[in-house]
């Protein structure tokens, strides 16, 4: 069973940045992702990106604030958080799967999760 380990999380100031790891444990899928939780609410897409041809889809929550990106020769994925908003707070989940042909956005959708990674913006 493939592992997803998330780390780079922390508590930072409104305007501050962080950056995110997503490691495989050496394995490579088709499609990664980022979701995020916070309390009380449901899963929601952050980013995703197709590792074949590098395609990537941001929420528009996040976008020009987050970029996705992959080391492909360590079969790592981080998220590079600008801007950060008290908004931003949850808990960070990198997520993975085989098959291209389902929705990106979708969590269900996903086989594959981390343990989560806890990220707090501080107003």
């Known amino acids: 069973q493939a592992q997803l380990v998330e780390s780079g999380g922390g508590l930072v100031q409104a305007g501050d940045s962080l950056r995110l790891s997503c490691g495989t444990s050496?394995?490579?899928?088709?499609?990664m992702a980022w979701f995020r939780q916070a309390p009380g609410k449901e899963r929601e897409f952050v980013a995703a990106t197709t590792w074949g041809d590098g395609t990537t889809h941001y929420a528009e929550s996040v976008k020009d604030r987050f970029t996705l990106s992959r080391d492909n020769a360590k079969k790592m994925m981080y998220l590079q958080m600008n801007s950060l908003k008290p908004e931003d707070t949850a808990v960070y989940y990198c997520?993975?799967?085989?098959?291209?042909?389902?929705?990106?956005?979708?969590?269900?959708?996903?086989?594959?999760w981390g343990q989560g990674t806890q990220v707090t913006v501080s107003s």
């Open positions: 050496g394995m490579l899928f088709s499609r």
């Open positions: 997520a993975a799967d085989h098959n291209l042909y389902r929705d990106y956005s979708a969590a269900y959708e996903y086989d594959y």
